[in-house]
């Protein structure tokens, strides 16, 4: 029997494990940097899937790219050599510099194998503790979930990995105290995205790379969310001069098809060998060919240029709005096109607010607003987004430090 999908509002309730918290609206396309709901409301949307839709909806290169290997093959077995992947896999070690790469579908699926990575470098050199910081966010998975603090994620799926630490961000002292001979790995963020557009120090990284040379551990960058121009760099880590031994990417690099990347240098080129990993699915040819056109959209057609404008353009925009209204919004912070606004108010009723304007971002970290869109994005769509955050403001006058007025219709948030 074909299900009904529109007779009660908890019609996910039945077939669904209920681990999302649906947003109210009812897509049927995209169009740049607009979802367009079944009653044709155009919606302004900045955050693309959670930073993966970096080319907006409906780009015709990477449709034409997709019809065109679906009609040759969907899926081969990795037993066998792929052209899409080929190409992608040359097109993404010739623009990082890097020397090898495996694709996952997905980014804590990256996390995973750089673990695996990692585990098997160490191995054979005596160490074994694996490196993380306060308030990151790697995935899902029970190997992501080791390296992480937030209890959101980790509250009752104890016991985690063995020899795991996460240690405060940005504290240089006690990563002085923390790191040693037995290290093996330090997983970093340079820009936190889960954790509220949070940046490392200069500070921090160049100690980083100071106990790295005096200890011998790997630096692996999570730029799953960083990453892939996002910044106005290809990678966020290239803003600090950094270099690190192993990368992570995903979100956008399949043009919104699962696909992710793990990115290795010449000290960990040799250790996976035939047999020690892989994937079925990882490196899929259709999702690949998209990618090809992500990175030449991102390296040649001015993608990654128009992310470095337009995140100048905003931050500048957002510093005048905070001047305006300092109670409001308490700092505006982030690189390229990966913006948080932090504010004196949890940041969930402002989005809804702004949802109520056609205007859709996501509230992370509590009180923090993320701003991950499109790299399409223009002027008028980000002046389109200032305005509208200036007209919902007034809404939120506060009366007291401690009970700004939350309409009743919007406590009702992503329900």
Request: with cysteine; charged share 20%.
């Amino acid at each position: 029997m074909k299900p009904n999908l529109t007779d009660t509002p908890d019609r996910e309730s039945n077939p669904f494990f209920h681990t999302y918290k649906r947003l109210p609206l009812d897509i049927d396309r995209g169009e740049g940097a607009y979802l367009i709901t079944k009653d044709g409301t155009r919606y302004l949307d900045l955050f693309a899937g959670i930073a993966v839709n970096a080319l907006g909806y409906g780009h015709s290169r990477v449709l034409n790219a997709i019809h065109d290997q679906a009609s040759k093959y969907i899926h081969l077995s990795n037993y066998f050599l792929q052209e899409p992947q080929l190409r992608l896999a040359h097109a993404l070690l010739k623009h990082s510099g890097y020397q090898k790469v495996f694709f996952t579908n997905s980014g804590t699926e990256a996390t995973e194998g750089a673990i695996k990575i990692a585990r098997k470098w160490g191995a054979s050199r005596g160490k074994n503790e694996i490196v993380a910081f306060s308030n990151g966010f790697h995935g899902r998975t029970m190997g992501a979930l080791s390296i992480i603090d937030r209890p959101k994620y980790r509250d009752g799926y104890e016991p985690f990995l063995e020899h795991c630490r996460v240690l405060p961000f940005n504290d240089c002292e006690e990563l002085r105290r923390a790191l040693g001979p037995q290290n093996l790995a330090v997983v970093l963020e340079f820009i936190q995205g889960e954790g509220g557009i949070r940046s490392a120090t200069v500070e921090f990284v160049r100690t980083i790379e100071a106990l790295q040379q005096e200890h011998g551990f790997l630096l692996v960058a999570d730029e799953i969310q960083s990453g892939l121009g996002r910044t106005g760099k290809l990678f966020s880590f290239q803003h600090f001069g950094a270099m690190p031994d192993i990368v992570l990417a995903a979100k956008p690099l399949g043009g919104g098809l699962p696909l992710g990347a793990i990115l290795g240098n010449s000290v960990v080129a040799d250790v996976l060998q035939t047999g020690t990993h892989g994937s079925t699915f990882g490196g899929n040819p259709v999702a690949c060919a998209a990618g090809i056109v992500v990175l030449e959209e991102l390296m040649e057609r001015g993608v990654m240029e128009n992310a470095e404008a337009m995140g100048d353009l905003f931050l500048a925009k957002l510093a005048s709005l905070k001047a305006e209204h300092p109670w409001f919004i308490r700092d505006v912070r982030g690189i390229g096109l990966m913006i948080g606004i932090e504010l004196s108010i949890e940041s969930e009723a402002v989005a809804v607010a702004l949802r109520e304007k056609k205007v859709l971002v996501n509230a992370t970290d509590k009180t923090v607003l993320r701003i991950v869109p499109p790299l399409i994005i223009t002027s008028g769509h980000v002046e389109e987004f200032v305005q509208t955050l200036r007209q919902v403001i007034p809404l939120f006058e506060k009366r007291n430090a401690n009970s700004p007025p939350v309409p009743l219709s919007w406590q009702r948030g992503g329900e």
